[in-house]
């Protein structure tokens, strides 16, 4: 099966796009970013980990070794690397030129102490979504967590992939996931004394496993079931579409109460994921005619990582320097998306595809001699 799931691409936008204006409303006094909605939009990063399960699945089930495993890995940490450490780079950046900067212009927040060498180290290996002693709170680049989680989420899968098919329990594979999605919800469970799951710098890597293996599941039911749920009427899936985004945007608004109840996003966005991937809803149709939210789809990883420097940065001119009210964060967040577009659109191109895993070519003499 050859599959482009285009209108779960443009989901990813969307939400990238939410999660940047969850993290912008703190410094905003302004009803559009002040809400229910977008302050419990944090939420919608477990969308990411469930998505992610569902297309690492759809490509890689097949990996049966420690060679492919090796392989597997490699493609991973040159697809979400590049962009991490350099924006790493550009957070360290950031803090030296506010010290420099100090003598002649007033810095708020001149010492961030979340932001020091242990967690500078922390998230240079990518073990900053894992319990580590000293360290209390996200760093750096914020979203850089999830990335964390999401190469934990990796490993475990390589590794019981690996386990699964060199004892030729294949066929067994969702009781495997299940019984990770388990242990990840108990460990979660053990923390918390509830079903929440929105943990980052310390339990953050068993909310990505978590979410990574809900999507893998949601590809298995997906690909045996397909052929035959396709063939059902257009108005079903849009009945599907409506009635899953409605509720997954309530759960969203009440999220103070949902929120100890975390585990329902899993399942919301594993519904949400398995009918949009048929793609013959009415929603659908309409998202998949907007070229700007292929580019915003095409774009969400970028945009994901630089959007908590950009807020930094915007904040520093707009409300520092030219003396713009919270208040004007009511327009303003228009523009600092739109420069946030532009920078994700030069990094997409310039860091993530640059630096994709590109496989070694074969001398033409010893191809020859093969």
């Excluded at 697809?79 to 810095?107: D, Q, S, T």
């Excluded at 750096?140 to 590794?159: D, H, K, T």
């Excluded at 919800?185 to 953050?204: E, H, K």
């Excluded at 997409?348 to 191809?367: D, L």
């Amino acid at each position: 099966m050859k599959h482009r799931f285009e209108v779960l691409d443009i989901f990813r936008g969307l939400f990238a796009t939410l999660v940047f204006m969850f993290h912008l409303g703190p410094f905003a006094e302004t009803p559009v970013l002040n809400n229910s909605f977008v302050e419990n939009s944090d939420m919608f990063v477990d969308f990411f980990f469930v998505l992610s399960g569902f297309v690492i699945a759809y490509s890689y089930q097949s990996l049966s070794d420690w060679q492919q495993f090796r392989l597997f890995i490699t493609k991973r940490i040159y697809r979400i690397y590049p962009l991490h450490l350099f924006m790493l780079l550009a957070f360290v950046g950031m803090e030296v030129a506010k010290n420099l900067l100090n003598p002649y212009v007033k810095v708020n927040n001149l010492v961030n102490p979340a932001n020091n060498i242990t967690t500078f180290f922390t998230s240079f290996f990518l073990v900053n979504s894992t319990p580590v002693p000293g360290v209390h709170d996200v760093s750096w680049n914020i979203p850089s967590w999830s990335i964390s989680a999401e190469m934990m989420a990796y490993l475990v899968f390589g590794s019981l992939l690996v386990f699964i098919h060199g004892t030729r329990q294949f066929s067994h594979r969702n009781f495997y996931y299940a019984l990770i999605i388990l242990v990840c919800l108990a460990g979660l469970s053990a923390v918390s004394g509830s079903l929440q799951i929105n943990y980052s710098f310390d339990y953050g890597f068993l909310r990505g496993i978590l979410g990574f293996f809900t999507g893998a599941i949601c590809f298995n039911l997906f690909s045996a079931t397909h052929h035959h749920v396709r063939t059902w009427p257009s108005f079903l899936f849009s009945a599907a579409e409506l009635t899953t985004l409605v509720l997954i945007t309530v759960c969203i608004c009440y999220g103070e109460i949902m929120k100890p109840l975390g585990a329902v996003f899993e399942v919301l966005f594993f519904v949400c994921i398995y009918t949009f991937s048929f793609e013959k809803g009415f929603i659908s149709a309409m998202l998949k005619r907007a070229g700007l939210l292929h580019n915003l789809g095409k774009y969400s990883y970028s945009i994901y990582m630089t959007h908590a420097l950009m807020i930094s940065l915007f904040n520093v001119f707009f409300i520092r320097i030219l003396k713009f009210p919270p208040t004007a964060y009511s327009y303003l967040f228009i523009l600092n998306f739109a420069l946030i577009y532009l920078v994700s659109s030069w990094t997409y191109k310039n860091i993530e595809m640059r630096f994709q895993y590109k496989k070694t070519k074969v001398p033409a003499k010893q191809t020859d001699a093969a």
